[in-house]
Every structure is written in C-alpha cells, then in structure tokens.
C-alpha cells in the first residue's frame, strides 16, 4: 500500500533562517505531488505541484520554493524565513492530476 | 478562480445527533472531495462525489451531489465522539489540483 511520510513533525526557527521540509511516497511509481499550507482562519493554500521529476509549477510567488529530486521525493525550502511563514504544511500526493490526493501527517513550522 | 464555501463554519452537537454540512460552489464542480482532518493531522480522503445526484455512503457519513453540481453536502448520523474533527471540502481546479473550502469545525459533546 501506499504511504506519504513527511519530516520534520514540528519545526521552530528564527527569522531569517533556512527551512528545508522533505516529503517522500512509497508504493506508487511517478506520482503527482503537492506542498500545501495551511494558517489559521485561511484554509488550504497550494503552493506547488510536480508531475515529475524536475517538474515544479509554483501557484503563489513566496519566500518559498520547491524541488523534486527523485520519483519519490519532494522538498519545501527557503532561503530566509519570514515571520509569515509559519503555519501546518501538508504534503499530498494523487495519481491523476486533479484526482483525489492523499496527504502526509503535517509539519507544523514555526517562525520566531 | 473557484470558490468553495462551507457551512457552518463550526458545529456543537450532542453525541448520538444527526449533522449536516454544505458546501457550495460558484461554478460547477466536476470533482467534490470530502476530507476529514484532525487538529494537527493530515487530511483523511472520505468520498468522491463526480456525477449530479450522486450520493455515496461509507459507515454513518453520507455524501450527496446536487443535479446542477454546485452544492454538496456532507450528512452524518447518528454521530459520535470519532466523527469530531475538520471537514473540508474540495473540488478539481483547472484540472491540476484541488481547491479547498475553510473547513467545519465539528465537536461531538457526550
């Protein structure tokens, strides 16, 4: 069966610092994957998708970027965090484009 | 760009109760995913919803698409202290990926 892992659970970090969020599915070949983010009161944000390897379409210009280094993999960085930052983000994963997507635990990111 | 909007944005029943939750879109939706979230967690996938009039069913939470395809509405039965959590809806945007309403806060009292 498949199962999307994402790491670290919990992060605090102070502004200006670099953030790296990693992703990763397991028991699926090519899948589609997404970086959401989730603050208060806002609902689901996209942030970006990939359809491979390589791929990354950015939904809302940020602090943030994306990369996907493998079939399997997917990263959330930045170079300096700002205090916006903060928030719950949600990796996801889909077979088909705009099909149901399944989502991992969450981090939960903290910016001082 | 799509907009979803659930309601009611929170909900207090008593353990046992019936609850419904809706979700509506300004344009018609090809693709209504239910999703049920508990604080700090990932999302849960629960139903696809695709055709108009189409409902599904799985254990006490019942899922329906109206025929114009731009309401659907979440109903659970019965409901207990499991069911508590957040609700989201989403629908397909632009063939890509999913567009997600705010959420119902749902909290089953005993």
């Known amino acids: 069966s498949q199962t999307i892992h994402q790491w670290p659970a919990t992060l605090v970090q102070p502004v200006g610092s670099p953030l790296s969020l990693e992703c990763t599915v397991e028991g699926t070949s090519n899948p589609n994957l997404y970086w959401y983010r989730q603050a208060a009161g806002r609902g689901l944000q996209l942030l970006f998708y990939s359809v491979g390897i390589g791929q990354i379409s950015s939904e809302v210009p940020q602090n943030l970027s994306a990369s996907r280094p493998q079939d399997r993999q997917f990263i959330l960085s930045s170079k300096k965090l700002l205090l916006s930052d903060s928030g719950f983000y949600l990796c996801?994963?889909?077979?088909?484009?705009?099909?149901?997507?399944?989502f991992g635990p969450g981090t939960r990111l903290t910016v001082t | 760009s799509q907009e979803l909007e659930q309601s009611p944005q929170s909900l207090i029943v008593q353990e046992g109760k019936n609850l419904t939750i809706n979700c509506t879109s300004s344009k018609t939706l090809y693709g209504l995913y239910w999703y049920k979230q508990k604080y700090g967690e990932g999302l849960i996938f629960l139903m696809m919803?695709?055709?108009?009039?189409e409902e599904k069913s799985h254990e006490k939470i019942t899922a329906k698409l109206d025929e114009k395809k731009q309401q659907s509405s979440l109903h659970i039965t019965a409901s207990q202290p499991s069911h508590a959590g957040i609700y989201l809806c989403g629908a397909d945007i632009d063939g890509y990926a999913l567009n997600f309403g705010k959420g119902t806060s749902l909290l089953v009292t005993p």
């Open positions: 996801a994963w889909s077979v088909l484009l705009g099909s149901e997507q399944y």
């Open positions: 919803l695709q055709k108009g009039g």
